[in-house]
């Protein structure tokens, strides 16, 4: 079975359970009619299906449970149907746009791409080997040291940040730790026969819940930042964080040097690409804590300064 085949069972797998609380055998009758079913199954496979449920959960962090008192199947909670919105919304959103390039082939002038980094042709190798709890083998290039290395390495899961994929797991290079690597460094990968077993306490979710992007060099803490109107305007549209939260008037009065700025609370890890995210807001953004950010921003604004001072 192809990936983009195993994608669409398990688009249409979340997708069903999500309309409600369902019963195997609800499963099995959607199933069967279903016109994703290729060969004609007549039920879903037990053994798939639970399979499948582990892959959703290890991939997309999305929580298929089962009541078992009470004999039915559901989707964790609200923050997982949010999560898969935004995962389907991607999913679907990247076949409608290959299929809108198909229609477009003879418009390649007309239509301006950003560049997309190297390593999407790892992709499919490594959601293989973590569907089946297989080691790699990575030969990879390390920005730090300007030199390739092999390790071998556990895949947990993907992730996707600013266009770029991550591979996220435990490296023979770093025992014990989870780590985070890039595909576009990927020089050379293959996969082993060696087995591996995903901790019980780790969720893609829950492990990135208090971070930006990829950078895991810092701890989560309370973040206060005051902006301009205009910088509040995307800050809503977009939020930098989940946890992002405006505060009321009364509230930013307190810290706010300027009662027509909006401050802004996160509880977040003030890693390397958050601060470089804050960063593009240039002067239309201040932080106010904690303290030690604020002096950091100050003194990088300072070094920047003086290199344009002649």
């Not at 229609?103 to 973590?130: C, K, N, V």
């Not at 709890?133 to 996707?160: A, E, G, W």
């Not at 989870?178 to 829950?206: C, E, G, M, W």
């Not at 301009?228 to 009321?248: G, K, N, V």
């Amino acid at each position: 079975m192809s990936p983009a085949q195993v994608f669409k069972i398990y688009i249409w797998l979340v997708d069903t359970i999500s309309s409600g609380h369902l019963s195997k055998d609800d499963i099995d009758r959607r199933w069967a009619h279903s016109a994703v079913n290729e060969f004609g199954e007549n039920i879903f496979p037990t053994r798939k299906f639970h399979r499948y449920k582990e892959d959703i959960l290890t991939l997309f962090g999305i929580n298929i449970r089962c009541n078992r008192k009470a004999g039915y199947y559901y989707i964790e909670g609200d923050d997982d149907l949010q999560r898969w919105d935004d995962m389907r919304r991607y999913i679907v959103t990247a076949f409608s746009f290959k299929a809108t390039l198909d229609e477009a082939e003879d418009m390649e002038d007309s239509i301006l791409f950003e560049p997309i980094p190297a390593g999407t042709q790892y992709l499919t190798t490594i959601m293989r080997a973590i569907r089946a709890r297989k080691q790699l083998l990575i030969t990879y290039h390390s920005y730090d040291r300007n030199s390739d290395y092999d390790m071998f390495f556990s895949p947990y899961c993907l992730r996707v940040f600013k266009q770029r994929w991550y591979v996220v797991g435990e490296a023979s290079t770093h025992p014990g730790e989870i780590r985070v690597y890039a595909l576009d460094r990927v020089v050379d990968l293959h996969v082993l026969d060696n087995d591996f077993i995903i901790p019980k306490s780790f969720t893609p979710q829950k492990f990135f819940s208090d971070y930006y992007g990829v950078f895991l060099n810092a701890e989560p803490c309370l973040l206060r930042i005051e902006a301009s109107q205009r910088a509040a305007l995307f800050l809503r549209s977009l939020p930098l964080h989940r946890s992002q939260r405006e505060l009321t008037s009364v509230e930013a009065a307190a810290f706010s040097r300027e009662p027509e700025n909006i401050v802004f609370e996160y509880f977040v890890a003030p890693t390397f690409d958050f601060i470089q995210q804050l960063r593009t807001f240039g002067a239309e953004l201040r932080v106010l804590a904690p303290l030690s950010l604020a002096k950091q921003m100050q003194t990088d604004a300072e070094q920047l300064l003086a290199r344009y001072a002649n």
